[in-house]
T-cell receptor, first 118, second 110 residues
Framework: GAVVSQHPSRVICKSGTSVKIECRSL??????MFWYRQFPKKSLMLMAT?????????EQGVEKDKFLINHASLTLSTLTVTSAHPEDSSFYIC??????????????FGPGTRLTVL | RKEVEQDPGPFNVPEGATVAFNCTYS??????FFWYRQDCRKEPKLLMS???SGNEDGRFTAQLNRASQYISLLIRDSKLSDSATYLC???????????FGTGTQLKVEL
């Protein structure tokens, strides 16, 4: 299957700092990528849909000014958590669809980034 | 009511057992259905799509009942390596948004 990478895999930062997470599709082009957040023992929650060359679409309750998304190329989307606070500590996972793949609906997930805000 | 509901478990079963998980979804307009597997502190990985006619992949069988808005996953001859959290996932259609259940934890024991 298609491969999606994320960087960094783990980050610990101080409260008030900004953290950038990268999501890359390594062997396919992704016009659409998705950003999810998962708190311990909870389900993955879609935060936003990242669209190459246009603005991201945010889910209800997700602050677009706090979670900045940029999808500047067909293989890279970035999520920046601005002025991070301890309550932002979570597991952030991106996914991408391979439109040329066998299963049009399948989303491939990155390995996730574990953010801890002190 | 949650959009996708699952029994969180855990289901503790002996190796070789057959185990079944159920999932219900609230949106009757949902179009695509999946089972994902998630290992501890890892990303979800697609186990199988669920088709209206039901489908089987080795020891795994998935069923969909649209009338009851119900999806199931059956695992036969459980292996230790099947221990994971199984996520029921629904695509409401008209886009690519996936809605995840909280997952059902399976522990296969010797």
């Amino acid at each position: 299957g298609a491969v999606v990478s994320q960087h960094p895999s783990r980050v610990i930062c101080k409260s008030g700092t900004s953290v950038k997470i990268e999501c890359r599709s390594l062997d396919f082009q992704a016009t659409t990528m998705f950003w999810y957040r998962q708190f311990p023992k909870k389900s993955l929650m879609l935060m936003a849909t990242s669209n190459e060359g246009s603005k991201a679409t945010y889910e209800q309750g997700v602050e677009k000014d706090k979670f900045l998304i940029n999808h500047a190329s067909l293989t890279l989307s970035t999520l920046t958590v601005t002025s991070a606070h301890p309550e932002d500590s979570s597991f952030y996972i991106c996914s991408a669809r391979d439109h040329s793949g066998i299963d049009y609906n399948e989303q491939f997930f990155g390995p996730g980034t574990r953010l801890t805000v002190l | 009511r949650k959009e996708v509901e699952q029994d969180p478990g855990p289901f503790n079963v002996p190796e070789g057992a057959t185990v079944a998980f159920n999932c219900t979804y609230s949106n009757s307009a949902s179009q695509s259905f999946f089972w994902y597997r998630q290992d501890c502190r890892k990303e979800p990985k697609l186990l199988m799509s669920v088709y209206s006619s039901g489908n089987e992949d080795g020891r795994f069988t998935a069923q969909l009942n649209r009338a009851s808005q119900y999806i199931s996953l059956l695992i036969r001859d459980s292996k230790l390596s099947d221990s994971a959290t199984y996520l029921c996932v629904v695509n409401k259609g008209g886009g690519n948004k996936l809605t995840f259940g909280t997952g059902t934890q399976l522990k296969v024991e010797l």
